[in-house]
T-cell receptor, first 112, second 113 residues
Framework: DVKVTQSSRYLVKRTGEKVFLECVQDMDHENMFWYRQDPGLGLRLIYFSYDVKMKEKGDIPEGYSVSREKKERFSLILESASTNQTSMYLC???????????FGQGTRLTVV | GDSVTQMEGPVTLSEEAFLTINCTYT??????LFWYVQYPGEGLQLLLK?????DKGSNKGFEATYRKETTSFHLEKGSVQVSDSAVYFCALSDRRNASKIIFGSGTRLSIQP
């Protein structure tokens, strides 16, 4: 079975902190994604990576950056956390689009 | 651009009722269509998919048919169970735009015993 693992289920951080969200997949997938999930807004794509060291901005990249140094790992970085970044963050991977994406369990981040 | 619109929730049904969750899409190409489900406290998982017009995806008693003429992919189940309570997302992806899987806003389904 494909497994996508996010490093934390719950995080509480202070405003202004630099925050790292880690995601690892074990199926050698080329594509990895970071989404943000908010009530009434569905899933919004933050960043996408189609290969090591390659990345593309999604719909809401402001305030975020990403790192993909190894194929299996995709990190989301909040450079200076703000309260409006309190949300559920979901990582996903896929072989190629338009095949299905496999999701991690999510990280619920609260910025206080 | 491409988009997905699905019926707003929450939807509350009694056990064994018939379920329909509507989903329509806008796409200039020939997308693949998906339904994902999110159980409480978990990430999303694929429920079913269809890759071309008139395909029917099915899984766990759920079905959806890719209707190109009405640009729809409605989710149906003949008899729902309490364990079907979850949030359901309709989604599309277009092979011409490899960076995007576009999701609808989600429909929360609650089944009462």
């Amino acid at each position: 079975d494909v497994k996508v693992t996010q490093s934390s289920r719950y995080l509480v951080k202070r405003t202004g902190e630099k925050v790292f969200l880690e995601c690892v997949q074990d199926m050698d997938h080329e594509n990895m994604f970071w989404y943000r999930q908010d009530p009434g807004l569905g899933l919004r794509l933050i960043y996408f990576s189609y290969d090591v060291k390659m990345k593309e901005k999604g719909d809401i990249p402001e305030g975020y950056s990403v790192s993909r140094e190894k194929k299996e790992r995709f990190s989301l970085i909040l450079e200076s956390a703000s309260t409006n970044q309190t949300s559920m963050y979901l990582c996903a991977s896929s072989v190629t689009v338009p095949t299905e994406a496999f999701f991690g369990q999510g990280t619920r981040l609260t910025v206080v | 651009g491409d988009s997905v619109t699905q019926m707003e929730g929450p939807v509350t049904l009694s056990e064994e009722a018939f379920l329909t969750i509507n989903c329509t899409y806008t796409a200039t190409g020939y997308p693949s269509l998906f339904w994902y489900v999110q159980y409480p406290g978990e990430g999303l998982q694929l429920l079913l998919k269809a890759t071309k017009a008139d395909d029917k995806g099915s899984n766990k008693g759920f079905e959806a048919t890719y209707r190109k003429e009405t640009t729809s992919f409605h989710l149906e189940k003949g008899s729902v169970q309490v364990s079907d309570s979850a949030v359901y997302f309709c989604a599309l992806s277009d092979r011409r735009n490899a960076s995007k899987i576009i999701f609808g806003s989600g429909t929360r389904l609650s089944i009462q015993p």
